[in-house]
């Protein structure tokens, strides 16, 4: 039976930090998200009818779909781990405006809780009521959520019919410091051992040089948003360094994302936007982030 629940939109938060003050980055990469084929995007941004807030600078042209490139392989590379896992309870954490979840539910077997923080979910509810208002085929659930607070969260999975989990999440780790990293572990790790399943994480982010991210933090509007939160400074310091910590937190990689650029629907503006010597460039930049999908450690 097709079902939408609108939720609850109250929740405790566990700790007296704000996270409400991330949410504003939502919209902006839902206008950046907007230029790609990603389910419902161009939809969702021609509804909030509004000057994006992270316009391109004709000058920085590469820069901005640099980004855009980003932020469609970090969301391609979820679904490439999801798909052969071939689970059908999945959670989403600080999903944004993504509607991964919508589109999901397609599948009449398909049980899906797409979750953020209760003001960002009041206004996505509001979107998908519009992008979808006949009923769907698969069961879908929006609901405010720290995913700090253990209670809560577990009183989302414990919704599930049995069978495994999938725990994913693109855009959260970058925002916690170490000590919250270890609580986000310990929650899911104690989800997974009562359930089974995986978490997929596009959040393995490493630390740019110093030089790059003092030109990157300079003048412009998203970055500044960035710096705000520290961004740089709570990220890994190394892929190994990442790999350790999730070891210590009980769990290991199971598969990494492998790029597919075919999949990339962003990816012949950015080209078209680079000179020459930028294309030559492209090819000496490093890898600053990955996806995995990581199991508990036997």
Not at 59 to 77: G, L, N, P, T
Not at 128 to 135: A, C, M, R, T, V
Request: glycine fraction near 4%; include cysteine; charged fraction near 25%.
């Amino acid at each position: 039976m097709a079902f939408f629940n609108a939720g609850k939109l109250t929740m405790e938060t566990p700790s007296n930090r704000d996270f409400n003050s991330i949410s504003p980055s939502a919209k902006g990469l839902l206008y950046l998200k907007g230029h790609t084929t990603l389910p419902y995007c161009k939809e969702a941004v021609a509804l909030l009818g509004e000057p994006e807030p992270f316009q391109a600078d004709p000058e920085k042209a590469a820069r901005y779909w640099a980004r855009i490139v980003h932020f469609e392989q970090r969301y391609r590379s979820i679904d490439q781990l999801l798909k052969p896992i071939d689970i059908k309870n999945i959670v989403e954490i600080s999903a944004g405006f993504s509607f991964r979840g919508l589109a999901m539910v397609a599948d009449p077997t398909v049980y899906y809780i797409d979750t953020d923080l209760p003001d960002l979910i009041a206004a996505k509810k509001s979107f998908i009521e519009k992008l979808h208002p006949e009923p769907i085929a698969g069961h879908l659930d929006l609901e405010g959520l720290n995913a700090l607070d253990e209670n809560t969260f577990r009183s989302l999975t414990a919704r599930f019919p049995p069978g495994p989990v999938a725990i994913i999440n693109e855009g959260l780790l970058m925002y916690l410091d170490t000590a919250e990293k270890e609580q986000l572990c310990g929650i899911i790790r104690r989800i997974l051992q009562q359930s089974g399943g995986y978490w997929i994480t596009a959040d393995i982010y490493i630390r740019e040089d110093t030089d790059v991210a003092a030109k990157m933090y300079r003048d412009d509007a998203l970055m500044q948003f960035l710096k705000a939160h520290q961004i740089e400074e709570k990220k890994f310091s190394s892929f190994e360094e990442a790999e350790s910590f999730f070891e210590e937190m009980g769990f290991v990689i199971d598969e990494v994302a492998q790029p597919n650029h075919a999949l990339i629907s962003s990816l012949p503006q950015f080209m078209a936007a680079l000179t020459p010597d930028q294309k030559e460039k492209l090819k000496e930049v490093r890898r600053t982030r990955a996806t995995w999908r990581l199991r508990l450690a036997d």
